[in-house]
């Protein structure tokens, strides 16, 4: 399990996401993940994840499964996620490296 330091403060102190004991966030890595339609109505989709820094490399090896979630998504809800996804991701690998580093 990894965790990010947050140091924003939130609307009524509540941040949107799960944090440890000392204030970081809480991040599993995803490890994969598979979507269908389902009965023409929704998407099923299937997130593959690791709870540990040891349950991952288990998973590397090949020695363990990831731990999964599935969820019922509405066509509305799917469309934007995957926008703000993509506006996220986009944002990110436009950035200029730090000085001294080299993007692959």
Sequence with gaps: MLSLYCGEQFMNDQPPFDLDPDGNIILCPLIGYTTAPA??????????????DSHYKEIILGSRAPIAVQLTITPAQALEL???L?????HILSQEPPSGQQLN
């Design 86 to 90: 993509r506006k996220l991701a986009s």
């Design 82 to 84: 995957a926008d703000r």
């Design 39 to 52: 009965a023409g109505m929704c998407i099923i989709a299937r997130l593959e994840f690791a709870d540990s």
